[in-house]
């Protein structure tokens, strides 16, 4: 990881484990800003728009090399405003992990953004788990909610497994169609 560079990706220094403290560490740039969902409240759709495009070009980054996110989601993704435009960082690659041709069970990662593969933890894992991720995260972004009770774990888990987007959860904006289709 401290290795990989790009602008919109929080530079990664060093990383270890402290074996008299049991723990793995890592260290990184300071990077300001306020985390995704928080940043984009009120704002046009254009603006979503040049946040998509900075997040995927650091996926697509970070992807190139193997390395796969596991947590993408509005903490883990700062936005700092400069000049009306936003810059975007993605952070906290603590369960990021380097994958050469999938994984069996691999993953990681916060329940309500977790793919269908992690939580069958019986397929392949791929860069593919941190767009699904992406996806729910915009979805919140757009409709100001998630498509399932994100406080009862079974029901999360359902949803990712079996779940289908109702066309009731779009009724609540005004997000125009490709989004929609993403």
Same mark, same amino acid.
């Given at each position: 990881l401290s290795q990989i560079r790009h602008s919109h990706l929080c530079r990664v220094y060093?990383? +270890?484990?402290?074996?008299?403290?049991?723990?793995?560490?890592?260290? $990184?740039?300071?990077? =300001?800003?306020? =985390?995704?969902?928080?940043?984009?409240?009120d704002?046009?759709? $254009?603006?979503?728009e040049e946040c998509l495009a900075q997040?995927? $070009?650091?996926?697509?980054?970070?992807?190139?090399? +193997?390395v796969v996110?596991?947590?993408?989601?509005g903490d883990n993704i700062l936005v700092e405003e400069k000049d009306g435009r936003p810059l975007v960082k993605i952070v906290d690659f603590g369960v990021a992990a380097r994958l050469r041709g999938g994984a069996e069970g691999w993953g990681g990662?916060?329940? =309500?953004?977790?793919?269908?593969?992690?939580?069958?933890?019986?397929? $392949?894992?791929?860069?593919?788990?941190?767009?699904?991720?992406? +996806?729910?995260?915009?979805?919140?972004?757009?409709?100001?909610t998630f498509p399932f009770d994100p406080a009862n774990a079974d029901a999360v888990s359902a949803w990712h497994l079996t779940g289908e987007l109702s066309s009731e959860i779009w009724s609540r904006c005004a997000a125009p169609r490709y989004f929609r289709e993403i």
């Open positions: 060093d990383f +270890g484990f402290q074996p008299d403290q049991e723990r793995y560490y890592f260290t $990184s740039e300071f990077c =300001p800003g306020l =985390p995704f969902l928080a940043a984009v409240k704002k046009p759709h $254009s603006y979503l997040i995927l $070009s650091a996926l697509d980054c970070v992807h190139s090399q +193997g996110h596991f947590d993408i989601k990662g916060t329940l =309500p953004y977790m793919a269908p593969e992690i939580l069958r933890a019986t397929g $392949s894992v791929d860069h593919r788990v941190d767009l699904y991720s992406l +996806g729910i995260l915009y979805l919140r972004a757009l409709t100001g």
